[in-house]
């Protein structure tokens, strides 16, 4: 058996494996979901939702230590759970998926709902008296969605 025969189709794939191994390295990834998902699909790197989601659960923290203050500074009480669910639903809505979906179909099921419990949260939080149960029913929302997708899996 002559190995020469071999040797420009052992060259050839091996300049094939290495253009792959150098293009992932350089972002080749990326230009390639521009041309293979739709324009709106949402791509969410494991970096950036793990990000996302330790933000999330910072804010729901300070949510939950700020409904549980005293009453003694109801109007700084209010504007803090104000702010503070702002955030969270800001951060929820990058995480929303779009029309055409997301890579994470946990957030495609879930993401939209959950933003929409912070928005109802934060609209009854900013009345006069302030309506705190819908704040308090957010991170339950959080905790339900994960539930749910544990039993799934």
């Not at 293979?36 to 230590?65: C, G, H, M, N």
């Not at 779009?98 to 928005?119: A, K, R």
């Amino acid at each position: 058996m002559n190995m020469n025969a071999y040797r420009p189709l052992l060259l050839l794939v091996s300049l094939i494996c290495s253009v792959i191994l150098l293009s992932s390295c350089n972002g080749f990834a990326g230009a390639m979901r521009k041309v293979t998902y739709p324009p709106d699909f949402l791509y969410i790197s494991e970096v950036q939702l793990r990000s996302k989601i330790y933000q999330l659960a910072a804010q729901l923290s300070v949510l939950e230590t700020t409904l549980a203050g005293d009453d003694s500074g109801a109007v700084n009480q209010q504007q803090k759970t104000l702010d503070i669910l702002g955030e969270i639903e800001r951060i929820g809505g990058e995480l929303k998926a779009t029309e055409s979906g997301s890579n994470h179909p946990f957030l495609e099921d879930y993401m939209g709902d959950f933003v929409s419990t912070v928005t109802r949260a934060r609209i009854a939080a900013s009345l006069t008296p302030p309506r705190y149960y819908l704040s308090g029913r957010v991170s339950g929302a959080c905790t339900n969605s994960h539930e749910v997708n544990r039993r799934n899996d």
